[in-house]
């Protein structure tokens, strides 16, 4: 069990998740060759024909209002077509609108069934969310060693708000072991990314760790930047 002068700590510990957004595209990078005009039909036509990618450009295309207006019913169709054919990013897009109530009425466990294959595609984004609605329990059970390894996934990925909720999570200890060594790494982390939000919990904690717990904490700061293969 962690020592009582961790106790205090746990006022410090906020759970602050932010939502992300998965940035729009460049349609150009994958325009084929030819003016806009023509690029627009294709997609129409290899969208029709069942091009899985050309479907999800579409759909980025009418979500953007690259027609003139926004069209986020039929842009919601196309994610839906692409989503099924194992397009990861149609999926971040479906598994978003179901999350948040874009266009679709909110459907958590829809939600959290795309962001999972999504996730298991590589995208950081996607691993992100899926771990929120683990930690939180919402569209599903409480799943939070499947969050934890969720975060990391989008921690690895460039999510520097992932760092902060693992620290959180470690520092408040809520169905996980408490480990503020582990809690004070990640947080120290979040903090040199930028993520300011995780500076007072994390000085919180520099505070009542002994000199040989800083240290250890710093050597797992130190192999989390070295990569997978340290």
Do not use: H, K, S
């Given at each position: 069990m962690q020592s009582q002068r961790f106790?205090?700590?746990?006022?410090?510990?906020?759970?602050?998740?932010?939502?992300?957004?998965?940035?729009?595209a460049a349609l150009a990078a994958d325009t084929p060759p030819g003016t806009y005009g023509a690029a627009m039909r294709w997609y129409d036509s290899e969208a029709k024909a069942g091009n899985a990618r050309a479907q999800y450009l579409l759909g980025l295309s009418?979500?953007?209002?690259?027609?003139?207006?926004?069209?986020?019913?039929?842009?919601l169709g196309w994610y839906r077509k692409s989503a099924d054919q194992g397009v990861a990013e149609a999926q971040l897009k479906l598994a978003m609108a179901l999350h948040f109530g874009q266009g679709v009425p909110v459907d958590l466990t829809a939600a959290r069934s795309w962001y999972e294959k999504a996730a298991r595609q590589g995208l950081p984004e996607a691993a992100y969310n899926l771990a929120y609605l683990q930690q939180t329990g919402r569209g599903g059970p409480v799943q939070m060693d499947a969050a934890i390894d969720w975060y990391k996934q989008a921690a690895a990925g460039g999510i520097v708000q992932a760092l902060s909720a693992l620290g959180a999570l470690y520092a408040q200890g809520d169905g996980i072991a408490?480990?503020?060594?582990?809690?004070y790494a990640w947080l120290d982390l979040a903090v040199a990314a930028g993520v300011e939000t995780a500076r007072p919990l994390r000085e919180a904690i520099e505070a009542e760790l002994t000199a040989t717990e800083r240290e250890a904490a710093g050597l797992l700061v130190r192999k989390w930047r070295a990569g997978p293969s340290s």
């Open positions: 106790q205090m700590l746990g006022r410090f510990v906020v759970l602050a998740m932010m939502a992300l957004t998965l940035p729009g009418l979500e953007q209002g690259a027609r003139g207006e926004i069209d986020l019913p039929a842009a408490q480990d503020m060594v582990a809690a």
